[in-house]
């Protein structure tokens, strides 16, 4: 019997996707929606209780209470997708039972554009990944590193980009059909607190800024001049609001990297395969992509997981069976097994050199 718990941000697709690899590796489940989003596990909780017995998938709907209960439970393996702090908690849980977990966390994924990038191209991707469903994406970009040398080119692309996607006005990017809003009064207001911390400590809104916690919405936001020391580059950022900051050499970027948490996921545009080389395998991330942002997610040939605060273990296509199976070695043995008889004692001459051939000749 599995466990499953799903996150608010894209809650259909995150209860669905492990609950897949766990029937496809022959487990029962316990599947916990989002209480956050309370209309879609209304329609999970239908959908599957139409198509199993309950003893097979089961839909346990609730708060933070249910989850609590549910923690206490020995469960075979614990599939938990959320923020890195509840994260300690479920696997603290688990530990009580000895129970396996996979753990689908976050953290600030940074985000690389060099000298050498194709600007156009890395401005569309990069705009598309931040600021779709509002930033809320474990795998979107959370800060932003451009080579002074085209720092300004960029930003123009850039803006341009989010205007092409939402509008050129605050009021048109309110009003866009195809931009989101938070989940939440709360998860707005902790976004302005985020960005008024970094204002606080002489960041800059170059581009949007607008925030109405009581309508759960915030504009995508661009920052220049971001301390490193403020609120908004300590915690995943989780909304649409982007620090923008330059380099000059790409060891800086990668020594701040290294500095902080391993990512869930690491992008870098360029065209440099010294630059992709030296990304690759001086840093660590759950992820790695070049040239594109997020779309890692969507391949079923790659495994999908985090590194230590970015999470634990992977699931997606094969690696999703993999998580939720455990591979038993069974062993039947045959006549010639009669031969290992020679590796009882007592130990002679004539036994150690059987032995000897055997393994010399890996019988």
């Known amino acids: 019997m599995c466990l499953l718990i799903g996150p608010w941000n ?22 916990k929606p989002s209480e956050l989003t309370r209309h879609t596990s209304s329609v999970i909780k239908k959908i599957l209780t139409g198509t199993f017995v309950s003893d097979h998938v089961f839909v346990a709907e609730g708060g933070v209470e249910t989850t609590q209960e549910l923690l206490k439970l020995p469960f075979d393996h614990i599939f938990f997708t959320g923020s890195t702090r509840v994260g300690k908690i479920v696997m603290e849980a688990a530990a009580k039972n000895l129970t396996s977990v996979t753990l689908e966390l976050g953290g600030k994924s940074p985000t690389i554009v060099d000298a050498t990038a194709n600007i156009d191209e890395a401005a569309q991707k990069i705009a598309w990944a931040k600021f779709i469903n509002a930033g809320q994406t474990c795998v979107a970009p959370d800060y932003l590193f451009v080579h002074e040398s085209i720092h300004h080119a960029f930003k123009k692309r850039l803006i341009a980009a989010i205007e092409g996607f939402y509008g050129k006005s605050p009021e048109l990017r ?22 008024d911390d970094a204002v606080s400590k002489n960041a800059k809104v170059v581009f949007g800024g607008e925030s109405t916690p009581d309508e759960h919405f915030c504009g995508p936001t661009l920052l220049e001049n971001v301390d490193p020391h403020s609120l908004i580059m300590q915690e995943e950022i989780f909304g649409p609001v982007l620090p923008v900051m330059t380099f000059k ?10 500095e902080r948490e391993k990512p869930l996921a690491l992008y870098c545009y360029t065209n440099s395969q010294m630059n992709m080389e030296r990304i690759q395998y001086e840093t660590s991330s759950g992820g790695l992509v070049f040239n594109d942002s997020v779309i890692h997610f969507v391949n079923p040939h ?12 992977s699931y997606h296509g094969k690696h999703g069976f993999r998580a939720f199976s455990h591979e038993k070695a069974v062993l039947k043995q ?28 890996r019988l």
Request: hydrophobic share 45%; net charge positive.
């Open 334 to 361: 045959s006549f010639f097994g009669k031969l290992l008889r020679i590796m009882y004692p007592p130990y002679t001459p004539f036994k150690l050199k059987a032995l000897k051939s055997l393994i010399h000749f």
């Open 10 to 31: 894209y809650p259909f697709q995150l209860c669905m996707l492990p609950l897949v690899s766990a029937i496809a590796a022959g487990n029962c489940a316990i599947v």
């Open 302 to 313: 790659l495994p999908f997981g985090g590194v230590n605060h970015s999470g634990m273990g």
């Open 249 to 258: 050499e790409i060891s800086e970027v990668i020594h701040f990297i290294n």
């Open 174 to 195: 309110k009003n866009s059909p195809d931009f989101a809003r938070m989940v939440s009064f709360n998860h707005a207001r902790r976004l302005k607190d985020l960005i």
